[in-house]
């Protein structure tokens, strides 16, 4: 029986030692797995605004678009492009803010939106309107003015139709992001 105690005492020892052991090792994964789920929780919420970010640039160009069809077509090119020279009364010009984003380092001047056209600067230093541009982004060359041709006569005053573009730029989470859309304005029918 004198032999049961030491052994006995051993085993206690033996236990207590692998209980520590063990106690350290949960320690140590629970540490693991703290941080892997506060990581991946930084990482979803990082993705969630990244998400709104493009939803408010997408919704910010729509309206955009909106905004645009809801001038006369014979004055959208002169109330939204870069120039104060021929804007009509009330024209907005071609940057637009876009609530919740910031402009990027590589935005358009102080706003995130931008409204582009089909232009090239004539000899004049004007940008003017051109159905010959080979540019496939707005789906040119065509015919601007529905008369049957493709000429390099300037558009500003008789297009019937015209390609445009709004581009978002803006500083998010992920750094410099950029979202665009191009549609048409008008109809030859």
Not at 22 to 50: D, F, I, K, P, Y
Not at 104 to 123: I, M, N, R, Y
Request: with cysteine.
């Amino acid at each position: 029986m004198r032999t049961s105690g030491p052994i006995r005492r051993r085993g206690k020892r033996a236990e207590l030692g692998t209980s520590l052991i063990e106690l350290l090792m949960a320690l140590a994964l629970l540490s693991v797995g703290v941080l892997s789920h506060a990581s991946l929780s930084l990482t979803n919420q990082r993705q969630c605004r990244a998400n709104l970010e493009h939803r408010l640039a997408w919704e910010g160009l729509k309206s955009q678009v909106a905004r645009l069809r809801s001038w006369p077509l014979t004055d959208c090119f002169a109330a939204f492009d870069g120039s104060l020279d021929n804007d009509p009364a009330g024209a907005p010009g071609s940057e637009f803010a876009i609530a919740g984003l910031q402009p990027s380092e590589t935005a358009f001047g102080s706003e995130v939106g931008v409204v582009e056209w089909p232009t090239l600067q004539d000899a004049e230093g004007r940008f003017v309107i051109r159905e010959d541009l080979d540019d496939a982004d707005f789906g040119l060359p065509a015919d601007l003015d529905g008369d049957g041709v493709i000429d390099s006569e300037p558009k500003d005053a008789t297009y019937r139709r015209i390609p445009v573009r709004v581009v978002a730029r803006w500083h998010g989470v992920y750094g410099e992001q950029s979202l665009s859309m191009t549609t048409w304005l008008g109809d030859l029918q």
